[in-house]
């Protein structure tokens, strides 16, 4: 069920076993409360709660359920049934996860709570296998009474039931993850026959022969293996969730992930889509201190959270509210490169994922770990729990984000990008497999590179999954190197029925199962775009001498080379060399552009001193109006629309006030002069907007 009791949730991540000090929480929560924090997040760590098989140590969860009852805060409990019991280890073996090496994983301390029982092995699964009847069986019993214990305490919100959705890419390769893939695959072939033909092994004698792959490689058989541990693990969060339910059914299941699905759906099961699709309530774990401070990637982070929640309620789940100190990601960095918060990063932090429609807040600690290697880390509060202008800031945005008076701000939701970036699973899958052993990621720096080329140039790009193309009129297809044959058509019905397709080079090259088409574009695309494949080059490393010109101008290469024949289409460009680059072609209703090579890699390598031009005149091409066109490009603008008003946040990054002018698209409604909702007590009087530094500035329309 999702809750309605609190207009905003703003809070943080507080208890983690033995942080912080119990002579402290008493204290805390009084200074929670009085500063406007409403929700907290605890870490409910099976090893930390039954001590011996089937004796639970509930006091000190009890004695957190009940200070949030008193000081008028909710909970939201985090299941970690991944932070396994030191006797399950023992009694279970067998059921350890193995590494592709043949190593096994173990229990150590978790570095975020400074508490035995978790495996370190980089993702979100626990050193026993869910996979082994037995293990599964111990872990439902504690998740069954963990929900029965708590279900109708006054202080709970919901649950969270998987703490930043992603497993490691070494794993799972016991004994009872094999069977189970090994019943995966006949239940997708039928017969054994069937998959020895598929996967170009011709020596199976009975099921017991199938084993995983260990080395990554562009094969149909490790194709499979991802699909296996994505549909494995997932299935694995429904049956948490399942096993919440059949005790409570009416608390809000939650979930949050780590805005990973560009770089690590494939490798790491970051699936931000799939996850979202099973929960009440989605979220995301962003910490500028390890992802930089770019204003593309604070956008990033939370646009792809409000593609994957497909209109849900969404969380910015773990939010940065402190330093961090000798973390890998930070070493070398600048000091204001996130690794020192300052109030100011923090309500920037904050208000660019609200403009990006997060609807909710936590900060990753309340106050900082007294343990282990991230002591200090990403508290707004003191190392003993006082107060510090970081929390400040926080409790007078906490409190604003509650006053009723905001009620309308937070019904209004964002309103649709003006261009989509498409995203299928299988093409992610792909790159990881043929790019596997070399430097070259050519996948996200596409990815990206066109979302950030878009963002810089005043539209909002939206993330969007193949499974959602139908609510689009624009596509940017930016490394569309494999797909199905099922993906394909549906595209070119997409592109009949209206829709204008861009996409980089190499469309479908692979097609399913990663067989290349012997006409390209493969998959009958060829009649889509107007063209056929003349020659094709696969050098990503010297991808950067790739020029190609648009009308004339000048844009850079990157990835890979594809050059054309026209077969219906019209030239639009040509490489250095000559060879055709660029086509253009009507289909249908819609219209299409080819392009050759990747110009969105540049765009990233180069930190956008390449091709925004280019990009400029795609959106133009396109027929796209900005929803809010801004004189000044170091601002940020983002539409919200809803039944009780609608708003215009303009969000500046920089470190000194910036002025703009604003006009916004047909449909949009007007700005009128007056006060804004944020900040507090600022207005605009009718002629150039000033934003200050590191703020935004929201401004009602009519």
């Known amino acids: 069920m999702l809750r309605t009791d609190i207009q905003f949730p703003y809070g943080a991540v507080y208890f983690r076993k033995s942080n912080p000090p119990r002579e402290d929480w008493q204290r805390d929560y009084t200074t929670a409360g009085e500063d406007g924090l409403n929700i907290f997040r605890h870490w409910f760590m099976w090893s930390a709660i039954e001590t011996a098989p089937g004796v639970y140590d509930w006091e000190e969860y009890d004695r957190q359920m009940d200070l949030a009852a008193q000081n008028g805060i909710k909970t939201v ?9 030191d006797w399950a280890v023992r009694k279970y073996a067998d059921a350890l996860q193995v590494n592709a090496d043949g190593t096994k994983l173990g229990s150590y301390m978790g570095v975020s709570a400074a508490t035995g029982g978790f495996s370190n092995n980089g993702g979100g699964a626990g050193a026993l296998t869910l996979n082994c009847p037995e293990v599964k069986e111990a872990a439902g019993k504690f998740l069954t009474a963990l929900a029965t214990r708590y279900k109708d305490h006054p202080a709970i919100y919901g649950y969270d039931v998987w703490n930043e959705c992603n497993y490691s890419a070494d794993v799972d390769y016991s004994s009872y993850a094999k069977s189970a893939f090994r019943t995966w695959l006949e239940k997708k072939y039928g017969t054994l026959k069937v998959l020895a033909k598929a996967w170009h092994r011709y020596s199976y004698a009975e099921w017991e022969d199938v084993e995983p792959p260990v080395h990554m490689a562009p094969y149909p058989e490790c194709i499979d293996w991802l699909q296996f541990k994505r549909d494995n693990f997932y299935d694995q969060m429904q049956w948490r969730i399942d096993t919440i339910r059949a005790v409570d059914p009416k608390n809000t299941i939650a979930a949050h992930g780590i805005s990973g699905a560009i770089p690590n ?13 099973k929960v009440e309530i989605y979220g995301f774990t962003w910490i500028q201190a390890r992802k930089g401070t770019e204003a593309w990637k604070n956008w990033y982070g939370v646009d792809i959270n409000r593609a994957a929640a497909r209109g849900k309620p969404f969380w910015h789940a773990e939010r940065q509210g402190g330093p961090l100190w000798l973390q890998p990601q930070v070493i070398g960095r600048d000091k204001d490169d ?6 100011e990063d923090i309500r920037l ?6 403009a990006g429609g997060a609807r909710g807040v936590l900060n990753l600690r309340w106050r900082p770990l007294l343990d282990g ?6 508290g707004a509060y003191g190392m003993d729990g006082a107060r510090t202008p970081r929390s400040k800031l926080q409790s007078d945005m906490a409190k604003w984000a509650n006053d009723p008076a905001q009620a309308a701000l937070w019904e209004a939701k964002p309103v649709r990008g003006e261009i989509g970036i498409l995203v299928v699973p299988e093409t992610q899958e792909w790159d990881y497999l043929l790019n596997y052993d070399r430097k070259e990621k050519p996948y996200p720096e596409a990815m990206w590179g066109a979302y950030r080329a878009f963002l810089e140039n005043g539209v909002q790009p939206d993330w969007v999954h193949i499974d959602d193309i139908d609510a689009y009129d624009r596509l940017y297809f930016p490394y569309p190197i494999m797909f199905t044959a099922e993906q394909a058509k549906r595209l070119a019905i997409w592109v009949e029925k209206g829709g204008t397709l861009i996409a980089e080079a190499c469309p479908g090259y692979f097609g399913n199962r990663g067989h290349v088409g012997q006409v390209q574009p493969n998959l009958g695309l060829d009649k889509v775009f107007g063209a056929r494949e003349d020659q094709v080059e696969f050098m990503p490393d010297i991808g950067d001498r790739i020029h190609f010109k648009l009308d004339g101008a000048t844009v850079d290469g990157g990835g890979f080379l594809q050059s054309y024949v026209l077969a219906g289409g019209t030239a639009r460009g040509n490489f250095d060399d000559g060879r055709l680059a660029v086509v253009e072609n009507t289909y249908g209703k819609g219209r299409t552009l080819l392009i050759g090579t990747n110009p969105s890699v540049a765009y990233y390598k180069s930190q956008g001193k390449a091709n925004g031009a280019f990009f400029a005149e795609l959106l133009r091409w396109s027929g796209c109006t900005p929803h809010a066109a801004l004189s000044n490009k170091a601002l940020f603008a983002r539409i919200h629309k809803g039944e009780k008003g609608s708003f215009l946040w303009l969000v500046n990054p920089t470190r000194s006030p910036q002025a703009t002018e604003a006009k916004l698209a047909e449909g949009h409604g007007r700005l009128a002069a007056g006060k804004a909702v944020w900040p507090v007590g600022n207005a605009h009087d009718g002629g150039k907007i000033e934003v200050p530094a590191r703020d935004v500035l929201i401004l009602p329309l009519t």
């Open 77 to 85: 409990i985090a299941e970690l049934i991944h932070a396994v019991p």
């Open 265 to 277: 759906m494939a490798a790491n099961g970051c699936d931000d889509w799939l996850a979202a699709s």
């Open 338 to 343: 996130g690794r020192v918060a300052e109030p």
């Open 349 to 354: 932090w904050s208000m660019t994922s609200f």
């Open 373 to 378: 290697p991230l002591f200090g880390a990403f």
